[in-house]
């Protein structure tokens, strides 16, 4: 199973909305509706952000987003802060019972 | 509040044997399945496997089916992930998570480095 392919970095300057990709194929993001999205800050454990594609967890900031076009996921942050910078990690669920993460995207607060 | 405490950094050599724990607070810990994931250093997170505690039932990843193993015991509410004979580059935090296709909490981690 192959990792699904997110951008290396994204970078935003404060008060701007950017986005982070997510793809994979009709084998994971494509077939099912069940993306995740985790933050990690450095020597943290991942914090759940977004779920089932576009779900946000009890206190995530509304500013967090997701959303799913064929085998390709988003996550959307706008309004961008300080404190978002981190890693991101989107997750999908396989047609082999398994679950695959996406290689990470360094987003970074200009 | 849900919790995941995970046992304390190890430090191994080559070739000897590992189980680390994973006890859940907080919740039914049979209710749900318990994830492990592995993070190279200064890299992403690879997904190795899942457990349903209530009876067992164990997914691995074809990349660590065969290299490592996944246990639980609900009377006492643990997970705990094991190698038989470890390499230098089983060097990694591995995290404990709970759930099974969406996951939601995480333990801290444990450090696992192998060295000779």
């Known amino acids: 199973q192959s990792a699904l392919t997110q951008p290396a970095s994204v970078s935003g300057s404060p008060g701007q909305s950017i986005t982070i990709s997510c793809t994979g194929t009709?084998?994971?993001?494509?077939?099912?509706?069940?993306v995740s999205w985790f933050q990690q800050h450095p020597g943290k454990a991942p914090k759940l952000m977004i779920y089932?594609?576009?779900n946000r967890p009890s206190g995530v900031s509304n500013r967090f987003s997701g959303s799913k076009s064929g085998n390709t996921a988003s996550l959307t942050i706008s309004g961008l802060q300080a404190e978002d910078e981190a890693d991101y990690f989107c997750?999908?669920?396989?047609?082999?019972?398994?679950?695959?993460f996406g290689g990470g995207t360094k987003l970074t607060a200009l | 509040e849900v919790q995941l405490v995970q046992s304390g950094a190890e430090v191994k050599k080559p070739g000897e044997s590992l189980r680390i724990s994973c006890k859940g607070f907080?919740?039914?810990?049979?209710?749900?399945?318990i994830t492990w994931v592995r993070q190279l250093p200064g890299r992403g997170l690879e997904w190795m496997g899942r457990?349903?505690?209530?009876?067992?039932?164990?997914n691995y990843s074809p990349s660590f089916q065969g290299h490592v193993t996944i246990s639980a015991d609900k009377s006492i509410n643990t997970a705990y992930l094991q190698w038989s004979s470890l390499k230098a580059s089983d060097t990694a935090i591995y995290y404990c998570?709970?759930?099974?296709?969406?996951?939601?909490?995480w333990g801290q981690g444990t450090l696992v480095t192998v060295s000779s």
């Open positions: 009709s084998s994971d993001v494509g077939g099912y509706n069940y």
């Open positions: 907080g919740d039914s810990f049979s209710s749900y399945w």
């Open positions: 997750t999908s669920y396989t047609n082999s019972s398994t679950v695959v």
């Open positions: 998570a709970r759930g099974g296709v969406t996951i939601d909490y």
């Open positions: 089932d594609v576009s």
């Open positions: 457990i349903d505690p209530s009876d067992s039932y164990t």
